[in-house]
């Protein structure tokens, strides 16, 4: 076993993560190799610099599948390959079999590289040729590697934005998020020797070198404000899509930024979203446009989203709100030059792919634009951008966009968009004293555990039923439904239960005459394979305060899931009185609310310690508990915060999120 001075490991030893301190050390104790934790039970196999104050992070080999804290190890095995197994024995990571066949040490050298060393020294396998989110000095990156960001603040799983060579051998950083992928530095308004760069070489290579100077063979030679040999420095892909070059204070063990990339914040694509704008105020922040409103005030990067709708032939019905200063980078549609403001607006109002139109006054030049993202507004632009909306929209004169900061979780798009719009589409506030009283019971009685994991699929049949019918309505629990067969239960699509940010829930009637919610999710959905692993491991899930999926449907383009349908709907709707009121539904007494409380508690029990799969929820709040009509809760939106498999190997984390004021502390 390790010890907390090794710096090697021989063939047929291990590193365990139970107690943390089976740790690799450098010569120089500058870097430690180890188990680090990234979240509640959560460990991934990591190189962190030792004297930081936050243990700054430099790679990781399962950033994107933490293993449990109990039993998971790394070892070198005999034949020479470094293996990473969870707590099941499933592995998770390992180092290339067919190129470490005669290593025979393993080490963390003072570079930061661990690397697999044979008998004569040579390196078989080294994490410097499979970075993160880190370059550290002598370490390269070429066409086959790429330094990619986190997902957010305190996130390590993978994010949108990457530092990589393109196939034009120029050295740049681009978003490539769910719905659009875009590259913005260099400046994708210059040509190539424009930016100071040239694209006639094929090397393809780039490093940061020991005094500060990061260089790469497309002309690219930056240096550090402090440049020269004794300083710890690291080059980093940051969440919010920034490339920063960071030096370490010895004596305070913090990091400075010695050189950025983007000294303009905005000039980031996608930090703000679909429809979002990025404004100086003057820190960047986020804005909504005129007549929309944020998606989720958690994450900017979901964007904004129109409160109103416009119909393709109803032009007159139809206003535009001027933005000077703003513009939105890309998606154009055909522009026109030497033609005025009005014909510009003519020409916006009656094309229904038109969302808003970029005016060049100097120039009469207009740019309609299809679809609006990577907004900015900054006094250096010369455009101004007219957003069309419905003409009953109201909209405060002067408009000012004032945002609010450009928060980038772990949040991001993802397959569901969560129970807290399913029934209704806007919540109050949550009420203070109410937020006290519900935590408090949950604290009290989340210590109870339940073993009535299956005891729900039969409940309420008092009678026996045959072999078959139990056979049947077993098969029936969770199954692939057609999108005709959904069609025909929600009578088209017709009654609308609720809808949220990118999904429409809809009441329908099986076959067999049982009511379900279907949701019917937008465009932005995760690929087929990620879709079906994540809604076959939730299908799985089963207790009495869970809510209860019945099947999915991915056919072609249509992606919906399939819910057992609660006659109560969301609980908060019967503990805030404006939302009682409004909707006539029964206020809950304390007996009830203690039942409701206890119930929750089981569910989420049964998630952190009683089933198959490691879930922890991290949203537990009112509009995610469902009541039943017996007033029984089950927790919704259970299987999208971090959700891994047990007993398979290619089991992945889902995103972690959650809404300020309920998100766990961690």
Request: net charge neutral; proline share 3%.
């Amino acid at each position: 076993m390790a010890s907390t001075t090794t710096n090697a490991l021989q063939r047929g030893s291990s590193m365990s993560v139970e107690g943390g301190s089976d740790l690799l050390t450098s010569p120089d104790n500058s870097f430690t190799c180890g188990f680090y934790p990234v979240g509640t039970n959560a460990y991934c196999f990591s190189i962190w610099f030792t004297n930081t104050k936050d243990k700054t992070v430099v790679w990781m080999a399962n950033r994107d599948r933490p293993v449990n804290g109990q039993a998971s190890r790394i070892s070198f095995r005999r034949d020479g390959v470094m293996v990473l197994t969870d707590f099941d024995g499933s592995i998770v990571w390992s180092t290339d079999a067919s190129n470490a066949t005669d290593a025979d040490a393993v080490e963390l050298l003072d570079t930061g590289n661990l690397v697999l060393k044979n008998s004569e020294g040579k390196i078989q396998w080294q994490s410097f040729d499979s970075p993160t989110d880190t370059l550290l000095p002598t370490q390269t990156i070429n066409k086959h590697k790429k330094l990619t960001s986190s997902k957010g603040s305190g996130s390590y799983f993978t994010g949108y934005y990457s530092l990589y060579f393109d196939s034009d051998n120029i050295l740049q950083l681009i978003y490539d998020g769910p719905e659009t992928s875009s590259s913005y530095w260099p400046n994708p308004d210059y040509a190539v020797f424009e930016n100071g760069r040239k694209n006639y070489n094929s090397s393809r290579i780039a490093v940061l070198n020991e005094i500060g100077r990061f260089s790469s063979s497309d002309g690219l030679n930056r240096y550090a404000s402090d440049r020269g040999f004794g300083v710890k420095r690291r080059l980093t892909m940051d969440y919010d899509g920034n490339l920063r070059l960071y030096s370490l204070n010895k004596s305070s063990g913090s990091w400075t930024v010695s050189w950025v990339a983007m000294s303009h914040p905005c000039k980031v694509h996608g930090l703000c979203g679909r429809n979002g704008i990025c404004v100086y105020t003057p820190k960047h922040k986020c804005s909504c446009p005129p007549g929309y409103e944020i998606v989720d005030p958690t994450d900017w990067s979901r964007g904004c989203k129109p409160k109103f709708t416009l119909a393709c032939d109803q032009a007159q019905q139809l206003k535009f709100i001027k933005l000077p200063h703003v513009d939105f980078y890309g998606y154009d549609l055909p522009y026109k030059k030497n033609i005025s403001l009005e014909d510009c607006k003519k020409l916006c109002s009656n094309d229904c792919s038109c969302r808003a139109f970029a005016y060049k006054q100097g120039k009469a030049t207009c740019f309609p634009k299809g679809d609006l993202f990577n907004g900015e507004q900054s006094t250096s632009i010369p455009a101004t951008v007219y957003i069309k909306l419905s003409r009953d929209v109201d909209v405060l004169e002067p408009i000012v966009l004032e945002g609010s900061e450009a928060i980038c979780n772990s949040t991001q798009t993802e397959i569901f968009t969560g129970y807290s719009n399913m029934y209704t589409s806007n919540r109050s506030k949550t009420k203070l004293l109410y937020l006290y009283c519900f935590t408090g019971t949950i604290g009290l009685v989340e210590i109870l555990f339940v073993t009535l994991g299956w005891w729900f699929l039969f409940r309420g049949h008092e009678v026996n039923i045959s072999a078959e019918e139990g056979h049947r309505a077993i098969s029936n629990q969770f199954r692939k439904f057609s999108y005709s067969e959904l069609k025909k239960a929600t009578k088209d699509f017709t009654k609308e239960l609720g809808r949220g940010g990118s999904a429409i829930v809809y009441k329908g009637v099986l076959d067999d005459n049982r009511a379900v919610a279907v949701k019917k999710l937008g465009d932005v959905i995760h690929g087929e394979g990620e879709f079906w692993a994540e809604v076959s491991t939730i299908g799985r899930i089963n207790h009495m305060n869970l809510v209860r999926m019945c099947g999915f449907c991915s056919e072609r383009n249509h992606r919906l899931l399939v819910y057992e349908y609660l006659e109560h709907g969301s609980l908060d709707k019967h503990l805030f009185s404006e939302l009682s009121s409004s909707n006539g539904v029964q206020v809950l007494g304390w007996k009830e609310r203690f039942k409701i409380a206890l119930g929750a508690a089981k569910g989420l029990a049964y998630l952190h310690h009683e089933c198959l799969e490691w879930v922890i929820h991290c949203d537990v709040k009112p509009e995610n508990i469902l009541l039943d009509s017996d007033f029984n809760p089950k927790i919704a939106d259970f299987g999208l915060a971090k959700l891994t498999q047990r007993g398979r190997s290619g089991s992945g984390f889902s995103q972690i999120r959650g809404t300020k004021g309920y998100i766990a502390p961690e």
